[in-house]
């Protein structure tokens, strides 16, 4: 297991924003501050799902071993590998950045890049909010959306791999 | 990396899981300046654009429209059921299927708001090759989506 230094990242990014928040407290501290309290709304929100993706990182890292990995989901996993980041994409919670750091550790131990990209776009299914996709634009829409991000995801990640080549 | 020696073949030795949760938590702690902006970010967002406001971008062309509604659903982020509420409000307001079926893919599987982190976590080429694939299946699907579903009584 590689030990990286620890060192923050984003740290340019977060003080853009925290300008941004300065200078739009200056012009209307209003709106300042309720986009202030929205974003820790949405900080308390995804809190859980933060405490699941570090569990599951370390379950990965502690369970499955890296040939494991590779075999299902490197270079030779075939359908299997394909099945796997479908059914990955579409079971995943919460918003897609808080998933990058177990991404990124699994990119380190092999898997495709056609199998992340697959995972990303699949993501788009919420298994959950179906039915509520159901009542707002009704069976056939939601059942052919569906099934188009399901092709749409293998078709980019093939893309990628062909392109990357 | 620690390992083991069995029957003569060295075998990798799994970390302990206390070892492998600290990574793990190290790891992400490490991209909190970064989660804390955008997060940030998608509070501004929410704050300042109405639902109004995103109608008024649309033009009233179809397939202009979808690529619109795959640029503002892009910069949007949030709980997916937002778009879902905000698509069926576009279409109440006379927005194409075509246009609010590209927004609420885009919000869902776009993100310029959280590129950085993407790029930082994954490498410039990755994210690149990733949103450009996503940004035009986003319109593809949409527009496939409406026309399959008109051909349905």
Redesign the interface.
Known sequence: ?S?AP??????K??A???A??AL?YVYDQH?AL???????T??H??LPI?AI???A???I???V???KIIRHLGKESGAKGWVIALSAGVISHG????W??M???L?QHGVR?AL??AF??S??I?LP?LP??ID???W??TA??TI??LI?AV??GW??EK?WR | ?AASVQNNKPV?Q????LS??K??????????????????????F???VSPRMLASVFQGNPFIDTFIGTLSGSAA?????VS?LL??ELLAQGIS?YAV?AFM?AW??L?FT?L???M???GHR?TL??NI??FF?TM??AV??TL??GL?P
């Open positions: 297991m030990t620890f060192r923050w990242r984003g740290l990014f977060f853009i924003i925290t941004t928040y739009a709106t309720a986009a202030l309290q929205t974003s820790g949405i900080l929100k995804v933060i993706v570090i569990g990182t370390a379950i890292n502690r369970m071993q890296p040939r918003p897609m950045y808080l990058y750091p991404i990124e550790d990119r890049d992340l990209v990303f776009y993501r788009a919420k909010l509520l996709m707002y634009f009704g056939a829409f052919i959306l188009y991000i749409a078709i980019q893309i990628l392109v | 990396m990798s799994a970390p302990s899981f492998a949760l990574r793990s938590a190290l790891s992400f702690a490490a991209i909190l300046p970064m989660l804390f902006g955008v997060i940030g970010l998608v509070g501004l929410q704050t300042m982020l949030g709980n997916p059921v879902y698509g069926g299927m079926s893919l869902v599987t993100g959280q950085p982190i993407e930082e976590a994954l990755f090759y990733r694939l996503a299946s593809v699907v496939l989506t399959t579903v349905f």
